[in-house]
């Protein structure tokens, strides 16, 4: 099956700096999403994204889907954007199924 | 509008019971996923409906779980002679249609003791 691997692991930043959050995916997809899971374990939508660039505020995402890796970029982080982000792709048009990268874990520190 | 709904938040049940996860999407969405969070797994798979049809049902992991839905709406996801290593957060997704974005609803977290 397709593998979806996402990196870092783990990051812990200052209040008020900027990331990037990196996943790969091993085949062609057809829908990319990205998630942040709040402390309450609530998957929260943030970028439909399986081709292109989208911004939304301090967030913004980009796929590169040729070479099958996306990118999510926050800047000026919030403690609020504390939690786990998930890159999930599905792999065939109507293979519906989406498959998760393990998350990267970001802590924002006041 | 409303987003999609799971009941009960959480369950606790005993070893070799009988339970039913119930999954209310997004009102007009045709299609309907079953997920599960656990530690050792990650987020996986279970079950896809599109209206009352379950097309892919392979990521169920034993004969112990079945799942149906009704009127292309409300879901349940039944797990019967509940093992330990069943205890995860059961998520649940509904989709305008199956090529389009999902939303997750809060999750049922069940405990298996």
């Known amino acids: 099956g397709i593998q979806v691997e996402q990196s870092p692991p783990d990051l812990i930043l200052q209040e008020g700096a900027n990331s990037t959050l990196r996943c790969n995916f091993s085949d062609s997809v057809n829908n990319l999403q990205w998630f942040h899971q709040n402390p309450w374990g609530q998957l929260i939508n943030l970028f439909y994204?399986?081709?292109g660039t989208k911004q939304n505020g301090r967030l913004s995402a980009t796929t590169v889907a040729t070479e099958r890796y996306s990118l999510l970029y926050i800047s000026s982080s919030q403690t609020t954007d504390s939690g786990v982000y998930f890159c999930a792709v599905d792999l065939f048009f109507g293979n519906e199924k989406l498959t998760f990268g393990t998350g990267t874990r970001l802590t924002i520190i006041p | 509008g409303a987003g999609v709904s799971q009941s009960p938040s959480n369950k606790v049940t005993e070893k070799g019971k009988d339970v039913e996860l119930r999954c209310d999407p997004i009102s007009g969405h045709t299609a309907l996923y079953w997920y599960r969070q656990s530690l050792g797994q990650g987020l996986e798979f279970l079950i896809y409906?599109?209206?009352?049809?379950?097309?892919?049902k392979s990521g169920l992991p034993s004969d112990r779980f079945s799942a149906e839905r009704t009127g292309g709406s409300v879901s349940t996801l039944t797990i019967q002679r509940t093992q330990q290593e069943d205890s995860a957060v059961y998520l649940c997704?509904?989709?305008?249609?199956?090529?389009?974005?999902?939303?997750f609803g809060p999750g049922t977290r069940l405990t298996v003791t």
């Open positions: 994204i399986p081709s």
């Open positions: 997704a509904s989709s305008l249609n199956n090529v389009y974005e999902q939303y």
């Open positions: 409906f599109q209206g009352n049809s379950a097309p892919d």
